[in-house]
């Protein structure tokens, strides 16, 4: 419980950063925080001096012995689906045309790699007397259901708009998934492809076998034949 209470304060906390994860391990001579961003330089700060606070209220705040705050720079934020439903969420605060929004998303999304991606905004996005409405948008390959779906990365955001809060969810296949049923799939034609090239290789070798030559039986008869007297 005190894990998902540090983590809610430090999502809200470096805000600013863009956080997409964050993972705490406790060994039993420091508590390691690794936190990935897209600004590195905003959790770190001057000479160290706003992760140097952070520990400071982590520790007195929360209890944690030793905090040791280890930042990591996001290296595709576009394949990232946190920070991708976060800039999706902070374009419907600025100008809320939700279709054009996730379209060029999408386009992003896909131009960096992925294999496949859904994003789904729901919410009311107009002002007074407007309705709730879910808009949904997806493109290459998507798992929905079963063990494959933990291969998928998925990423929550709300916008707060003037009508009310939006929630947005994004969905991303990264580039290089492979999903349990295509290893299946590729392990059959491999299987498969060794087996004809063997059948082949067979069939060239009996081929290039020198034809024994025809062995020719000759029968000879023999005649007595009578010396006349």
Same mark, same amino acid.
């Given at each position: 419980m005190n894990d998902l209470k540090v983590k809610k304060f430090l999502f809200k906390e470096l805000e600013r950063a863009s956080v997409s994860k964050i993972e705490i391990q406790k060994t039993p001579i420091a508590?390691? !925080?690794m936190v990935e961003v897209r600004r590195p330089g905003v959790v770190v700060g001057k000479r160290g001096k706003s992760i140097k606070d952070l520990c400071?209220?982590? &520790?007195?705040?929360?209890? !944690?012995e030793n905090p040791q705050i280890e930042v990591i720079e996001v290296a595709k934020p576009s394949v990232d689906a946190r920070l991708m439903a &976060?800039? !999706?969420?902070?374009r419907i605060e600025s100008k809320p045309n939700v279709k054009p929004i996730m379209r060029m998303a999408l386009q992003e999304i896909m131009g960096a790699g992925a294999l496949g991606a859904e994003i789904r905004v @729901? =919410?009311?996005i107009v =002002?007074? =007397? =407007?309705?709730?409405k879910t808009f949904s948008a997806r493109v290459g390959i998507m798992k929905k259901s079963g063990d494959q779906l933990r291969l998928v990365d998925e990423g929550?955001?709300?916008?707060?708009l003037s009508a009310g809060a939006v929630g947005i969810r994004v969905r991303i296949v990264r580039p290089g998934t492979v999903f349990y049923d295509k290893k299946k799939i590729e392990? @059959?034609?491999a299987k498969a492809a060794e &087996?004809? @090239?063997l059948a082949e290789k067979a069939a060239a070798e009996k081929a290039a076998e020198p034809v024994p030559a025809e062995t020719v039986v000759v029968e000879v008869e023999e005649t007595a034949e009578e010396t006349p007297a």
């Open positions: 508590t390691r !925080i400071n209220v982590l &520790e007195r705040d929360f209890a !944690i &976060e800039k !999706i969420a902070r @729901a =919410g009311k =002002g007074k =007397g =407007g309705k709730a929550h955001y709300t916008a707060h392990a @059959a034609k &087996e004809k @090239a």
